[in-house]
Structure formats: structure tokens, C-alpha cells
RNA sequence: GCGGUCAUAGCUCAGUUGGUUAGAGCACAAGAUUGUGAAUCUUGGGGUCGCGGGUUCGAGUCCCGUUGGCCGCCCCA
């Protein structure tokens, strides 16, 4: 006998599962639209070369990737952002700014499973078009606090780092670093929270032996975990970016204090995130035992709607993803579970009760209530078990001792009590029940 | 792509130095019970022991390979 596997790293939602999925969906869909942004969605397949444009093409490996029956060379979608880009892109002129969208969707990306990674997974993306201030920064990082305060976390369970790439090229400016060894000295800081000194490796072998003082001054900047630090060490660095990016840093920080939100946020030079697009304030959530790879990332992009090919458009979005979500809210007990409980359970005698009671069945339905009720003819004692593991409040008896009578017998599931009702009174009685219920 | 580790029923797991027809609990289903939800009892379905090969008189058990899960590395848009 044949026997299929489910493709390494992908997913099923069995109802269990899906009802825990569209818990979350539902809640992250509720406060994006509180915060004034509109849904949208795209194809999942796309053109290989949109991710080459934006991300090199190194990316392909990683990528669910092949060759159309028309020739064409097409990827699964591993992220939304070119997708929105180009969205946005070829109606730049036509929307109303700011453009603030979101979306929830599932991505796919060729790579070893771990936990918290699949190859496929769901995100949901929030990007803000339009606005080059501080103030798309500050309208985003709330909106990420809330999509998690949402479910019950609170600053106990998760925090914002934040960030700022400008930043690093100003002060690595200063320090008299060209380009190329600004890029190569970011990398280092990207991953010397995880490799320590030897994070700067790569470095030297590409520029020679790392001057102390230099490494010293970088490690100093690295390690600035709040505004008055941030301050005190660029005191003593000239710069008029510099200043002005201070300006920025307190505006910034000073709108999530005004939203009651400082005590998410966390200045912290050490996340610098590795994309070469970001082009400004970078900020990745985390949660605060640190057991879990990180919860959500997002920044600034200015340059990538013109670099896909349409106008200037300043740029910044975040996204979250389901799994390493679903963990810290199963960690913290914060998944709620789910049951399919009808209203309503019909109990019913035999062929003929059978026949009488689909009438009002339906017509429940109708109404909008949920109605169960056993396909085969089995025992009243089954029914009633039955009745009772479905989780519904109301039982509704079709007997032939009550048909006879023209009357329904209805059962308060939850206190056992039972009443005759007229036939023609079944939903009138329900509605009644169900408005005090 | 690399390394570690694991794989027996839908789930959690037993399975002796290699030895008869591979077991239990839970779950599911039927019955005891054709008018009232618990509990109990009885019974049943469900396994090519992940797959393939090897050693052996004989393999769930030992060996090799492979696939898949988990953990770590690389990467993490």
C-alpha cells in the first residue's frame, strides 16, 4: 500500500489546530484595523527575479523555486515585501497617503526545519508607505505591541528592541571608516551577541588586524542600551547627521512614551539586522526568557519601491510570524482552546420523529443557530451522552410520545431540567433561551 | 548543505542475551441498555514494528543504507 508524507517542513491544521490559527489571525486582523490599516493579499507564486532584485541572487537557494510549463522561472513567496512593494508601486500617484496596509498570509522558504522555523509558515506584514518622519516608526512599533498585548502578553513577557542602521553609518563615518568597512564591521556587530570576538573575524581578514581602540569604540556603541547612553557617548563625536539622528532617537522614543509603551522598547545598537535594505531604524521583538527565536522584525526601507523599478517611495514594515508566536502564547498559557459546540442538540425517537424534527432543525439554521444532530437512529441514552460531549446548552427531545402530543420537549443541558413547548413555539423558545444565555 | 539524536496502533509508551500469531493505557466504535447525560463490564476495528538491504535456522531487537521528526551549526528576507 502506497503511503504519502506531508513534504518535509510543511504544515496540516487539523480543526484543533486551525481553530487556534484563526484565533490568532482574528485578533491581529481586529488590531491592525483599529490602527487605521487596510488589508490586502497577492499571489503566492511570483517571478524568481523579484527576489533577485531585491535580495541577490544568492536567494534562490532558499527559495521554492522552478520553471513554469510557460518557461517561466517562478518562486513560492518567502516574504510580502516585494509583493507589497510592487502593489504600492504601480499605484503610488493613485493612493491616498499615508498608505498603511497589512496583510496575513502564508510564506515559503527552502530550509532545515527548527523549532520555530517550517517551510512554511504564516506572517503578518504591516507596512507604512509614504511617510519619511519618525512618525511611521512610531505608528508601527505600537501597532506590533498591540498585535502581541492583544492575546494577554504583557511587557513581563515580551520587548521591542530598537535600532538604528543611520546611526551606525554615521558614527562608523566618523570614525573614519569607508563603505565597504562599514558594511563588513556591521556584520560583525550583527553577530556578536551570538560569536563574541570572533564576530570580527571576517573583518580583519578583509582589512587587516583590527585596530583595539577602533574595536574598542565599536564595542562601546554596541553596548548602549538607552537614550541618556546613546547621548553621553556622542557627546563626544562631532556630526551634524549625528545630531540630527539624535533629534530623531528622542522623537521617536518620546511617541511610544506618550502611547504608554516605553516599558516595551529597549534602545539596543546590538541588533543591526543582516538585510542590506533597511536603511534606517531597525526593531526586532523578542520574548524575555529568551528561549525563542525572535517574534517579529521590521524597519525602514526607503530605497526598495525604487529599486524594484517605480518611484522614490520612503517605506517601513514589520512583520510576525505564527510559530514562534504560537509557542510564547502556549508557554504562557495564553492559547485559549477551542471547541465546536453546537447550540442546539436534537434528540430524536425514530423515522417518523426523524422527519418532524428536521423541520425545525432547519429553520434553527436559518435563524443562525448551530444544530446538531446524530445520523443514525441510536438509543436515547447514546443521544443524550451524546448531547452532553457536544458541549451544547439546549437539547431538543422529538419523541413519539411528544409528537403526539404536538409538543418538543426542550432540556436545559446545563441544569437538567426539562419543559414541553408547543411545536410551533421551538424557536420563539430557543431565541428566548439563548437571549439570557 | 553539515553534525548529534530518535522512529513500535490515531496519541503516550512497553517489548527480556535475537525465539511461538507484537502488547497495554488512552482515544474511537458496537453491545449490556428502544426515554434521559456518570461509572462499570464485554466486544470490536485499527500495525506490512518508517522504508530498503544485510547477518542469522529465526530480526521490532544486531549491522549498513535511506527517509522522516527533534536539537544544534550555516542561514534567517
Redesign the pocket.
Known amino acids: 500500500?502506497a503511503t504519502f508524507?506531508t513534504l518535509?517542513?510543511f504544515r496540516e491544521f487539523y480543526p484543533d489546530a486551525l481553530a487556534r490559527r484563526n484565533h490568532v489571525f482574528r485578533l491581529w486582523r481586529q488590531t491592525a484595523t483599529t490602527f487605521g490599516f487596510n488589508e490586502y493579499d497577492a499571489p503566492v507564486l511570483e517571478p524568481l527575479e523579484l527576489?533577485k532584485t531585491k535580495?541577490g541572487d544568492e536567494?534562490e537557494a532558499?527559495?521554492f523555486s522552478f520553471t513554469d510549463k510557460g518557461g517561466r522561472e517562478v518562486a513560492l513567496r518567502?516574504?510580502m515585501?516585494p509583493t507589497v512593494c510592487r502593489l504600492v508601486g504601480e499605484k503610488a500617484n493613485a493612493l491616498k497617503r499615508p498608505i498603511k496596509w497589512f496583510s496575513i498570509a502564508e510564506f515559503y522558504?527552502y530550509?532545515?526545519?527548527?523549532?520555530g522555523?517550517g517551510r512554511c509558515f504564516f506572517q503578518f506584514n504591516a507596512d507604512i508607505f509614504g511617510e519619511p518622519g519618525i512618525e511611521a516608526e512610531s505608528e508601527l512599533i505600537a501597532l506590533l505591541v498591540q498585535c502581541l498585548c492583544a492575546f494577554g502578553l504583557s511587557e513581563q513577557d515580551f520587548y521591542v528592541r530598537l535600532s538604528d542602521r543611520n546611526l551606525w553609518f554615521y558614527y562608523l563615518e566618523a570614525l573614519g571608516l569607508d563603505d565597504a568597512r562599514t558594511r563588513a564591521m556591521l556584520s560583525a556587530v550583527d553577530?556578536f551577541e551570538?560569536?563574541g570576538d570572533e564576530a570580527f573575524n571576517s573583518y580583519s581578514e578583509q582589512f587587516g588586524p583590527l585596530d583595539a581602540a577602533l574595536k574598542e569604540k565599536v564595542l562601546a556603541f554596541l553596548r548602549v542600551k538607552s537614550l541618556p547612553a546613546l547621548e553621553a557617548i556622542l557627546s563626544s563625536v562631532p556630526g551634524e547627521k549625528l545630531a540630527a539622528r539624535l533629534t530623531d532617537w528622542r522623537r521617536l522614543l518620546g511617541n511610544l512614551e506618550a502611547m504608554g509603551l516605553a516599558r516595551f522598547v529597549e534602545v539596543d545598537l546590538a541588533v543591526v539586522?543582516?538585510?542590506a535594505y533597511y536603511t534606517g531604524f531597525v526593531f526586532e521583538a523578542f520574548d524575555r526568557k529568551g528561549e525563542l527565536?525572535?517574534l517579529a522584525?521590521g524597519g525602514r526601507y526607503d530605497n526598495l519601491v525604487g529599486k524594484l523599478g517605480y518611484g522614490e517611495l520612503p517605506a517601513v514594515g514589520f512583520?510576525i510570524g505564527d510559530m514562534t508566536f504560537a509557542l510564547l502564547l502556549e508557554q504562557r498559557g495564553l492559547m485559549p482552546t477551542f471547541v465546536q459546540a453546537p447550540d442546539i442538540y436534537a434528540v430524536i425517537?425514530?423515522a417518523q420523529e426523524r422527519l418532524a424534527a428536521f423541520g425545525d432543525i432547519h429553520a434553527l439554521r436559518a435563524a443562525g443557530f448551530k444544530v446538531d444532530y446524530p445520523m443514525?437512529e441510536?438509543?436515547?441514552?447514546?443521544q443524550?451522552?451524546a448531547?452532553?460531549?457536544s458541549g451544547a446548552k439546549l437539547a431538543l427531545?422529538y419523541?413519539?410520545?411528544?409528537l403526539a402530543k404536538g409538543v418538543v420537549?426542550i432540556?436545559?443541558?446545563?441544569n437538567?431540567s426539562?419543559q414541553e413547548i408547543p411545536r410551533d413555539q421551538v424557536l420563539a423558545t430557543v431565541k428566548d433561551f439563548y437571549s439570557q444565555h
Not at 530550509?111 to 523549532?115: S, V
Not at 419523541?399 to 411528544?402: A, I, N, P, R, V
Open positions: 500500500m508524507q518535509p517542513g527576489y535580495s536567494i532558499q527559495l518567502p516574504e515585501t522558504r530550509e532545515r526545519m527548527q523549532k522555523r553577530k551570538k560569536s539586522r543582516g538585510l527565536r525572535a522584525g512583520a425517537g425514530g443514525k441510536v438509543a436515547f441514552g447514546k443524550f451522552k448531547a452532553s460531549e427531545i419523541g413519539g410520545d411528544e420537549k432540556r436545559d443541558l446545563t437538567r426539562e
